[in-house]
C-alpha cells in the first residue's frame, strides 16, 4: 500500500480537437444551446518508462476515416473542429517531442475521438481493457459505427503492439480512493493504476497517478462528461443512454466517482470532455522537451 504513487510523473493536459454539443445532452437541467467539448489528452513523462500518453484525442485521420457512407454519419452527428496548431503532433513538436519519443500510449476507449491520431505514433505500444475491443472487432460495420469504433483509424500492426491490462497484476489503492479499492499496475511500479470505468462502453480505463508535486489525478475518460455533473449528481440526458454499452453499469461508475468527488481527499478528477477542467488545469506545460 505504501508504494502506491510514490513513484510521481510529470503531467500535463492538452485540448487535440474539441466538437460541439447541447450542454443539455451531457446533464440534466442542461442549457439547450450548444457547448465545446475538448478532446483532452494526457501527457506524462515516468522518470524511467519515459513518454506516454493517455489518447491522442481527433487527428486529420478522423475525415479521412469518416469520408464515406455510413461512417460520414459520426461526422455530421458530431462536427469536430480541429486548428492545425491543434493537432497532437504539432503540440508534441512545440515541446520539443518526436512521435518515436513516445513510448507506450494508454487508451481509454476506442471511440474514434480518443484513438484518431494512433497512426502518428509507429514505435508506441499501446495499452487497453480488452471487452469493448473484443465487442467491436464481433460486430458488422453498422455496429461498429454505432460505438463509434472506426477500424480505419487504427494501426495496421495494432495487434502486435497491443496489451490488455487485464494481464498485469492488481494494487490496492490508498483508503481515500473507495469506493475504487484496485487498479491495474500498468508499468509495475505502482506509478500508474488503471481502473475500469464501464458502461459508456463495455469496458473503459481511466488512470490514476501522482504528479511531481504530489497530487493525486484520476484521468476518467468518458465516465463523465462535466466536472459539474460530479460535483452536482446530475447524471447525462436519457437521450445520451442510447450510445452506451450499458446504463445501468454508467450509473454505477458515476455514483462511484460522485462518491470520490466528495471526499474532502479526492484526486483532481479530469473527464476527457470537460471544458471547465480544460480552463483551470491546460496548459500547464510540466512536460516540455524543447
Known sequence: MSNVFSTRVKFDLLKVGHCSHPECAVLRGGRLNAVEF??????????????????????????DATGGFPECLYRRLTPPTLAPEEELVAQLAGRGIRPGDIGTIVISHFHADHVAGLRDFPQARFLATR?????????????R??????????????????????STPRRPLPPHWQPFPE???????????????????????????ADAAGREHFLVADACWKIEGLAQRRLPS????????NGAAYDTTFA??????????????IPSHCLTTWQRLGGTRHVVRA
Open 38 to 63: 475538448p478532446a483532452l489528452v494526457g501527457l506524462i513523462e515516468h522518470p524511467q518508462h519515459g513518454l506516454l500518453l493517455y489518447d491522442t484525442g481527433y487527428s486529420r485521420h478522423f475525415w
Open 131 to 143: 471487452p469493448e475491443r473484443e465487442l467491436c472487432e464481433r460486430l458488422g460495420r453498422l455496429g
Open 145 to 166: 459505427l454505432r460505438r463509434a469504433y472506426l477500424r480505419a483509424l487504427l494501426p495496421e500492426d495494432l495487434a502486435a503492439r497491443l496489451s490488455y491490462v487485464e
Open 183 to 209: 487498479g491495474y499496475d500498468l508499468l509495475g511500479d505502482g506509478s500508474l493504476l488503471g481502473l475500469d470505468l464501464p458502461g459508456h462502453a463495455a469496458s473503459q480505463l481511466g488512470l490514476g497517478f
Open 238 to 245: 436519457r437521450v445520451a443512454y442510447v450510445v452506451f454499452d
Open 256 to 269: 462511484q466517482l460522485c462518491q470520490l468527488q466528495a471526499s474532502p481527499q479526492a484526486p483532481e478528477m
